[in-house]
T-cell receptor, first 112, second 114 residues
Framework: GDSVTQMEGPVTLSEEAFLTINCTYT??????LFWYVQYPGEGLQLLLK?????DKGSNKGFEATYRKETTSFHLEKGSVQVSDSAVYFC???????????FGSGTRLSIRP | DVKVTQSSRYLVKRTGEKVFLECVQD?????MFWYRQDPGLGLRLIYF???????EKGDIPEGYSVSREKKERFSLILESASTSQTSMYLC?????????????FGPGTRLTVL
């Protein structure tokens, strides 16, 4: 079945460092891809998404490009802030479009 | 803004008790979901509903049931709670759009079963 694999955490960076969180997926069709973020004590919220190959999703300085040839959707940010400390989930929607399959999450901690 | 609320942030129950977790959304969304979140496992879908009185099993429905009598409310029921059901429970809702529906999440209920 469809699945998502993302890099294990925790990831600890200094403020203003460059961030990459790797995500690869397995799917039989043409899924939509998402990054959700969970700040401490909160539920998940959508960070960005891409619905077809070569689309780039972006929000709050984060970017991810839907790469069909490498089945990847890596999350990047050029300069992280302490407020970016959170758990990040890569996800895909299956053929039904309404259901989402989540990766295991990557905890990110940013040092001042 | 979409708002999804859950009845409790923290809940402590005893083994064998019947437990009700309530979720309410205020944006007239057709779809509603219940997940459990465990460290290292991400989110796993328990049940979802795409309309009033309609429900479908997710990946881990065993030990759970659901009820959706009104469009805005989706309840998760643990018929006889066990310690293995200690977890964070997240509710979400969405509008079916055909491509990459965005799900909106509540803050979660951390359930401890003693």
């Amino acid at each position: 079945g469809d699945s998502v694999t993302q890099m294990e955490g925790p990831v600890t960076l200094s403020e203003e460092a460059f961030l990459t969180i790797n995500c690869t997926y397995t799917a039989t069709g043409y899924p939509s891809l998402f990054w959700y973020v969970q700040y401490p004590g909160e539920g998940l919220q959508l960070l960005l998404k891409a619905t077809k190959a070569d689309d780039k999703g972006s929000n709050k300085g984060f970017e991810a490009t839907y790469r069909k040839e490498t089945t990847s959707f890596h999350l990047e940010k050029g300069s992280v802030q302490v407020s970016d400390s959170a758990v990040y989930f890569c996800a895909l929607s299956d053929g039904s479009a309404s259901k989402i399959i989540f990766g295991s999450g990557t905890r990110l901690s940013i040092r001042p | 803004d979409v708002k999804v609320t859950q009845s409790s942030r923290y809940l402590v129950k005893r083994t064998g008790e019947k437990v009700f977790l309530e979720c309410v959304q205020d944006m007239d969304h057709e779809n509603m979901f219940w997940y459990r979140q465990d460290p290292g496992l991400g989110l796993r879908l328990i049940y979802f509903s795409y309309d009033v009185k309609m429900k479908e099993k997710g990946d881990i429905p065993e030990g759970y049931s659901v009820s959706r009598e009104k469009k805005e409310r989706f309840s998760l029921i643990l018929e006889s709670a066990s310690t293995s059901q200690t977890s964070m429970y997240l509710c979400a809702s969405s509008i079916p759009q055909g491509t990459g529906d965005t799900q909106y999440f509540g803050p979660g209920t951390r359930l401890t079963v003693l």
